[in-house]
Every structure is written in structure tokens, then in C-alpha cells.
């Protein structure tokens, strides 16, 4: 099965409770003006892996020391059948470690429930609904006050409840570094980007093709 994936990102803290792995997809024709994620938008060949990949190197990573995985991109309900190998591999390295799946998507619901009926039940906790800048939250791991934290599964309701309608008090912002690309994870609060961006200037480093700009 061939996923359209842009990239993994470990460990995840700002996503999702403890320490995660992040699954990023490629591909949304969702397109919410202000999206910060426009790089995972457009998708092609060279996107394309095999799920057993992704599995490989989440096999890699320390299982015990895992809280769970976080799937977002991108809009996984793209691709509800890779989806769903996804996180069939997902729940069975999990398996012991009492790994939660939260997943992003900017549908609602009923529609998420619709586009992917083999992925669905594999889900714990869902965050639905379109971002929309006009709308800022402080609402742990949401972005916009529409988005929705929806507990789906006994582990999810157990682990999940609690932060339904918790506010975050501080950003929920990483930096992760690579060969040659900044990755900013988290959700960044209404001008945390510029004040990023300036505070990287003042040090002399100058951001280009950044993702949270056309
Ligand atoms: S916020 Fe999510 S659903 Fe909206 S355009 Fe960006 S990746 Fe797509």
C-alpha cells in the first residue's frame, strides 16, 4: 500500500499528549486561507512510499517510550485507504505500549467518518474542521475555535476528556532542525510566526520558503 507522506517528525510534544511521533501526509485540496502547512498542499510522485516504510521507521524509535502517534499534514481523509494500513501497522507496534492515534483532519466528523470507514475505528482521538484564521482559539492543539476535539475510543475518551476544552496557556511551538529545513511543530498563536520570524533575524538568519506563505 503507497502512502502519500511528507514527512515523520519524533519526538512530537506539541501535538497530542507526552511524547509522539508525528505522521505528516501530503496532499489537501482543502485549502483554508492561512494554512501554516502549505508545503503539504500539492502532491506527486516523489511523495509516494510504502506504508511498511513508515512502519519501518516508527519500529525504529524506542515503543516504550511513546505515548502514542499524531497523523496530520496534509488531509489524511485523502488517502482513507492507505489511511487505514497505516494505522493498522500503527496499532500493532503499539500494541502493549498503550500508544494512543490522534488525527487531524479539516472535515467534520460525519464526513471523516464517511470518507474513511477502515480508518475510523482505528482512530482515538480526532481533531475536525477546517482551520480558519478569523476564528483564533487558545484551545490546547487546535488552531481555530471551530475545531473540534473529539474522543472516539474507550482509550481516547480515558485519555483525551480532560483536554476537550483546556486552554493552553503558553505556545505550543517546536523547532526541529534537519539537514537544510527548519521545521516549526506545533500550533503557533496569532503572531507567533512573526515574532519567530523577527527574533531569527535579529540573529541574522533570514527565512525563505517558508510554508505558511504562498
Ligand atoms: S489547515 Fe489542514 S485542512 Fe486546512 S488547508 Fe491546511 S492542511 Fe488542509
Known amino acids: ?8 517528525h519524533h519526538p512530537v510534544t506539541a501535538l497530542g499528549p507526552g511524547r509522539r511521533v508525528g505522521v505528516w501526509v501530503q496532499g489537501c485540496v482543502i485549502g483554508c486561507p492561512g494554512c501554516v502547512s502549505r508545503d503539504t498542499w500539492v502532491a506527486g510522485p516523489h511523495h509516494d512510499v ?22 496530520t499534514g496534509g488531509e489524511p481523509s485523502e488517502q482513507p485507504e492507505a489511511l487505514a494500513a497505516l494505522l493498522t501497522g500503527l496499532r500493532a507496534l503499539g500494541a502493549g505500549h498503550d500508544w494512543d492515534v490522534l488525527c487531524y483532519t479539516g472535515v467534520e466528523l460525519d464526513e471523516f467518518r464517511a470518507r474513511c470507514p477502515g480508518a475510523y475505528p482505528l482512530v482515538d482521538a480526532l481533531i475536525t474542521g477546517p482551520y480558519r484564521a478569523g476564528e483564533p482559539t487558545d484551545l490546547v492543539w487546535r488552531g481555530s475555535a471551530n475545531q473540534r476535539l473529539v474522543p472516539c475510543s474507550p482509550l481516547g475518551r480515558r485519555r ?5 476544552d483546556a486552554r493552553r496557556d503558553r505556545p505550543e511551538l517546536q523547532l526541529q532542525v534537519d539537514d537544510d529545513r527548519v521545521w516549526l511543530v506545533g500550533i503557533p498563536g496569532r503572531g507567533d510566526l512573526a515574532r519567530v520570524e523577527r527574533a531569527l533575524q535579529a540573529q541574522g538568519i533570514r527565512l525563505e520558503g517558508v510554508s505558511w506563505r504562498p
Open 160 to 164: 483525551y476528556a480532560p483536554w476537550v
Open 50 to 71: 510504502d506504508v511498511d516504510d513508515v512502519l519501518d521507521r516508527v519500529a525504529a524509535l524506542d515503543p516504550a517510550g511513546l505515548t502514542g502517534v499524531t497523523v
Open 1 to 8: 500500500m503507497r502512502l502519500r507522506l511528507s514527512r515523520l
